[in-house]
Every structure is written in C-alpha cells, then in structure tokens.
C-alpha cells in the first residue's frame, strides 16, 4: 500500500513530468525517511523513473532507496534471495538496462554480501548491451 504523501508526491512529478531536486530531498527527508517499506513503493517509484525526466540526484536517491530495501529490509538481511532478485530483474529489465537500472543493480552488487544470479544475469545483459551500442554507434 502507497501511502498518501508518497502517491501525491508520483501524481505531482508524472503531472510535470520531472523530478527536481527538492523533489529528491523532499522524498528521502520526509515521505520515504524510513525508506522503502514495500514492493509497491519500489514498483512505484521504478515506473516513476521509467515516465519523467529528473535532475541529477534522482538516479543516486533511486538507486540508494531501492538498495537499501532489497537489501536491508528484505529477509534474508545483507543477501539478495532468488526471488527477490527474479523480481527486481524484471523490473529493472522493463524498457532496457538505463542508466538508473543499472545502477540500481550495481548498488545492491555493493551492498549485499550475497546476490542471487537473477540480478547477476540482468547486470550482464546490460553490460552486453551498452557494449553493443557502442560498437554501432
């Protein structure tokens, strides 16, 4: 469940389709100090960052909040399990490997001591990927 500030707060920015830097403060000071309680909320704010365009701090708030969720807040504390790697994959793979996406991945790669080969195989396809772009480009 969103709670109320959280949904006002994705409603405002997809409305202006832009999250600006008092956007980011304002969320990790007051509507998500705690952090990320939910998958809803991780859901959320990943088909946030897949609709606007953000100021510079979105994509490292992003990817410290989702960490900090999949991560720390998720049994079993400090590893990833399979299945919450299978569904952060699939989330993050929606649209291609971003630049956010990838380095959602690579902060939870960071933080955890284990990761399930899901999230492991995600980062891969994206490293196969942006290779492949630059070849073509």
Do not use: C
């Amino acid at each position: 469940m969103l709670t109320d500030q959280l949904r006002d707060f994705i409603d405002r920015v997809s409305d202006r389709g832009h999250v600006s830097e008092d956007d980011v403060r304002m969320l990790e000071g007051e509507i998500l100090r705690d952090g990320i309680t939910s998958r809803l909320e991780a859901e959320s704010l990943l088909a946030l960052d897949r609709i606007v365009t953000a100021a510079e701090g979105w994509g490292t708030a992003l990817a410290r909040l989702i960490a900090d969720f999949v991560v720390w807040k998720r049994a079993p504390q400090g590893a990833v399990s399979n299945d919450d790697a299978l569904w952060l994959a699939t989330l993050l793979e929606v649209g291609g490997p971003s630049p956010n996406a990838m380095a959602i991945a690579y902060a939870i790669l960071d933080e955890a001591g284990h990761v399930d080969v899901a999230l492991l195989d995600f980062i891969m396809r994206g490293r196969q990927q942006a290779r492949l772009s630059q070849i073509a480009a």
